[in-house]
T-cell receptor, first 114, second 112 residues
Framework: GENVEQHPSTLSVQEGDSAVIKCTYSDSASNYFPWYKQELGKRPQLIIDIRSNVGEKKDQRIAVTLNKTAKHFSLHITETQPEDSAVYFCAAFHGSSNTGKLIFGQGTTLQVKP | EAGVVQSPRYKIIEKKQPVAFWCNPISGHNTLYWYRQNLGQGPELLIRYENEEAVDDSQLPKDRFSAERLKGVDSTLKIQPAELGDSAVYLC??????????FGQGTRLTVV
């Protein structure tokens, strides 16, 4: 069935180090992959996304890569800062534009230690 | 531009009582989602609307949950009767078709 697996569930890094979060999806027809950041008690916020016709996208310290053959995509955060600490969710849009749906991974709790 | 607006922010009810949540999506967004998020987990899709049509409600527990989106704009999600296990944050999100979803603040439901 439709599924998005996310790893690791928790990640602790030292300030300044890089962090990588990985996700796999099940539907080969998926064509859109957003990433969300959720701080405690707040709503998920869209931070970056990538479409299936692109292999990599970068926005300042964050980047996302997509491997369609392997059906996995990753979030890369460089030069991490304490304010990057949050729960990060990947998602994949399964199905067609009109009838598809956005399915989320289980989340990764990132802790950046000062 | 106003974001997705949800109300109420918090709701505490006794089990077996009804409860309703309201959502006003971003103007122009045809797609509206209702998600449920339990503590420490990712958002779980309940229902997706394209305009006023529910295009995917396969995850909606239809024995007690119902939703509507009259005129393809605002939406309400209802639970009747509520059970203890329904305690969660209910998130509404809207988007353009197959695009990133923007979330509201959510309604934190506590069933006692």
């Amino acid at each position: 069935g439709e599924n998005v697996e996310q790893h690791p569930s928790t990640l602790s890094v030292q300030e300044g180090d890089s962090a990588v979060i990985k996700c796999t999806y099940s539907d080969s027809a998926s064509n859109y992959f957003p990433w969300y950041k959720q701080e405690l008690g707040k709503r998920p916020q869209l931070i970056i996304d990538i479409r299936s016709n692109v292999g990599e996208k970068k926005d300042q310290r964050i980047a996302v890569t997509l491997n369609k053959t392997a059906k996995h995509f990753s979030l890369h955060i460089t030069e991490t800062q304490p304010e990057d600490s949050a729960v990060y969710f990947c998602a994949a849009f399964h199905g067609s534009s009109n009838t598809g749906k956005l399915i989320f991974g289980q989340g990764t709790t990132l802790q950046v230690k000062p | 531009e106003a974001g997705v607006v949800q109300s109420p922010r918090y709701k505490i009810i006794e089990k077996k009582q009804p409860v309703a949540f309201w959502c006003n999506p971003i103007s122009g967004h045809n797609t509206l989602y209702w998600y449920r998020q339990n503590l420490g987990q990712g958002p779980e899709l309940l229902i997706r609307y394209e305009n006023e049509e529910a295009v995917d409600d396969s995850q909606l527990p239809k024995d007690r949950f119902s939703a509507e989106r009259l005129k393809g704009v605002d939406s309400t999600l209802k639970i009747q009767p509520a059970e203890l296990g329904d305690s969660a944050v209910y998130l509404c999100a809207s988007s353009l078709i197959s695009d990133g979803a923007f979330f509201g603040q959510g309604t934190r439901l506590t069933v006692v």
